[in-house]
């Protein structure tokens, strides 16, 4: 099982920027997916983001359209999560995990990485 390292966090003011990214330990990604998710002290992990590789789609969350951009380096061996405009609720730890087929559960997860967006 691949394990992710997540990294990029910090703390930013609200209206920031803050690009974090997700690697495979040097290897490179494979199977149906990458997520991002999220968790908020006190409330339950959520869906961010995801990039599918067969395609290259994005899809995300709409607490987060129009203002996160999930990508990957060419070699694949690297997702970032471009997050712009952020807002006090985006405050959480951020994890990545891969979705190895389409029914698979997501798997990998990373130890995360705090963002804090203050106001």
């Known amino acids: 099982q691949v394990q992710l390292v997540e990294s990029g966090g910090g703390l930013v003011q609200a209206g920031g920027s803050l690009r974090l990214s997700c690697a495979a330990s040097?290897?490179?990604?494979?199977?149906?997916?990458l997520g991002w998710f999220r968790q908020a002290p006190g409330k339950e992990r959520e869906f961010v983001g995801r990039?599918?590789?067969?395609?290259?789609?994005?899809g995300y969350a709409d607490s987060v359209k129009d203002r996160f951009t999930i990508s990957s380096d060419n070699r694949k061996s690297t997702v970032y999560l471009q997050m712009n405009s952020l807002k006090p609720e985006d405050t959480a730890v951020y994890y990545c995990?891969?979705?190895?087929?389409?029914?698979?559960?997501?798997?990998?997860w990373g130890q995360g990485t705090q963002v804090t967006v203050s106001s």
């Open positions: 995990a891969t979705k190895m087929t389409i029914t698979a559960q997501y798997n990998g």
């Open positions: 040097g290897r490179s990604f494979s199977g149906y997916a």
């Open positions: 990039i599918k590789w067969n395609t290259g789609s994005t």
